[in-house]
C-alpha cells in the first residue's frame, strides 16, 4: 500500500464531497430547468457531471495506489432556492471550501513525503482556480442581470454555443 492511512481517510471523505457537489448541481440544474432556465440548467448539469468525474478520480487513485474505498454516506442537497443568485451563491461557496479541502490534503500528502500524492493533488489544485473562477464570474453576471430580467441569462449563455 503507497498510501498513508491518513491521505486515505481524507480522501474518502473527499469523495463523499464530491458526489455531494454532483447532487447539489443536479438539485440546482433541476430548479433552473423548472424555471424555463434552459441554460442555466444545463451549465449545472453539465457541472454536475464534472463533480462526478471528481469523484471518480480520487476513487481510482486510492485503488491504483492500494488504498481502501469507503464511499461515505452523502447529504441530501438543498432543493429548493427563493432566487437564482441563491443558487449560485451555494455553488460558489461551495467551490471555496472544496478548494479548502484540497489544500488540507495536499497538506497530509506534503506532511507524509507523499510525492506521487501530491503530484495527484496538482490538478485539483489547478482545477479549483477554475472552478471558482468560473462560478464567482457566473454570480457576478446573475447579480448585474437580476432576478426581474434573470430570462437574459439565456442569451447570455448562449453566446458560448
Ligand atoms: Fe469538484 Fe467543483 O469541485
Redesign the pocket.
Known amino acids: 500500500m503507497m498510501i498513508s492511512k491518513e491521505l486515505n481517510d481524507a480522501i474518502n471523505l473527499q469523495i463523499g464531497?464530491?458526489f455531494g457537489?454532483s447532487l447539489q448541481y443536479v438539485a440546482i440544474a433541476t430548479h433552473f430547468d423548472g424555471e424555463g432556465l434552459k441554460k442555466m440548467a444545463e451549465l449545472f448539469y453539465k457541472?454536475a457531471e464534472?463533480?462526478k468525474e471528481?469523484?471518480m478520480k480520487l476513487v481510482k487513485y486510492l485503488v491504483d495506489t492500494g488504498g481502501d474505498v469507503r464511499i461515505p454516506a452523502v447529504a441530501a442537497p438543498k432543493a429548493v432556492f427563493e432566487s437564482a443568485e441563491e443558487a449560485v451563491k451555494l455553488s460558489l461557496d461551495?467551490?471555496m471550501e472544496?478548494t479548502r479541502q484540497?489544500n488540507a490534503l495536499y497538506d497530509i500528502a506534503r506532511g507524509k513525503n507523499d510525492y506521487a500524492g501530491q503530484n495527484f493533488l496538482d490538478w485539483?489544485v489547478e482545477?479549483?482556480v477554475e472552478?471558482v473562477s468560473s462560478?464567482d464570474n457566473l454570480l457576478k453576471v446573475v447579480r448585474r442581470v437580476g432576478e426581474k430580467n434573470i430570462i437574459m441569462m439565456e442569451a447570455y449563455l448562449s453566446h458560448g454555443d
Open positions: 464531497a464530491e457537489a457541472q464534472e463533480e471528481h469523484a461551495w467551490e472544496v484540497i485539483f482545477e479549483q472552478e462560478m
